[in-house]
T-cell receptor, first 117, second 117 residues
Framework: AQSVTQPDIHITVSEGASLELRCNYSYGATPYLFWYVQSPGQGLQLLLK??????LVQGIKGFEAEFKRSQSSFNLRKPSVHWSDAAEYFCAVGPMNYGGATNKLIFGTGTLLAVQP | GAVVSQHPSWVICKSGTSVKIECRSLDFQATTMFWYRQFPKQSLMLMATSNEGSKATYEQGVEKDKFLINHASLTLSTLTVTSAHPEDSSFYIC?????????????FGPGTRLTVT
């Protein structure tokens, strides 16, 4: 069955420290991969996505993610965290044949990031 | 970029009444929209896939007679919670697929907080 695992439910980092949020997926083939961020009471904002090509993708707000096929992982990183990065982060996967009308995203359970001053 | 709006952003209703939530794609035509439900501190649960001009496809366990979805135009989908009860209180988020993008990306609305008293 298709699934997405975010092993860390809650992470606390100090402002200015580096960050890595883990995401592992289980899928029959390489899917489309996404990271979204959700601030309290808000919808989801797309941080970055991977479809093909360079396995290191750059996103908004200084985030990047690396796709590792051998590990079925798509971890999110940021070299220096800002207090405004405190939010919930969701990893999601979508099927390669994304044009089908019934295709849908599968979300991980999310990682709540707290930033200490 | 693609923008999706939701209305209302929050609503309080009495038990037994019905509530309608609107989801609009503001600058693109969305042939497919998705409705999610999110419980506190949990991930998004896909409720249904809404295709313009056809019946919605509901996920297993979602009552289609309780959560009525209408996708009457390429820019508007509505979710009506019928005979709402306190257990229906939740955060409802819609997303719209942008067919202009090669990956058919989903863009999320800001969400609607429903409280049933």
């Amino acid at each position: 069955a298709q699934s997405v695992t975010q092993p860390d439910i809650h992470i606390t980092v100090s402002e200015g420290a580096s960050l890595e949020l883990r995401c592992n997926y289980s899928y029959g083939a390489t899917p489309y991969l996404f990271w979204y961020v959700q601030s309290p009471g808000q919808g989801l904002q797309l941080l970055l996505k991977y479809f093909s090509g360079d396995t290191l993708v750059q996103g908004i707000k200084g985030f990047e993610a690396e796709f590792k096929r051998s590990q079925s992982s798509f971890n999110l990183r940021k070299p220096s965290v800002h207090w405004s990065d405190a939010a919930e982060y969701f990893c999601a996967v979508g099927p390669m044949n994304y044009g089908g009308a019934t295709n849908k995203l599968i979300f991980g359970t999310g990682t709540l990031l707290a930033v200490q001053p | 970029g693609a923008v999706v709006s939701q209305h209302p952003s929050w609503v309080i209703c009495k038990s037994g009444t019905s509530v309608k939530i609107e989801c609009r794609s503001l600058d693109f035509q969305a042939t497919t929209m998705f409705w999610y439900r999110q419980f506190p501190k949990q991930s998004l649960m896909l409720m249904a896939t809404s295709n313009e001009g056809s019946k919605a496809t509901y996920e297993q366990g979602v009552e289609k007679d309780k959560f009525l979805i209408n996708h009457a135009s390429l820019t508007l989908s509505t979710l009506t919670v019928t005979s709402a009860h306190p257990e229906d209180s939740s955060f409802y988020i819609c997303s719209a697929r942008d067919p202009r993008t090669p990956s058919y990306e989903q863009y999320f609305g800001p969400g609607t907080r429903l409280t049933v008293t």
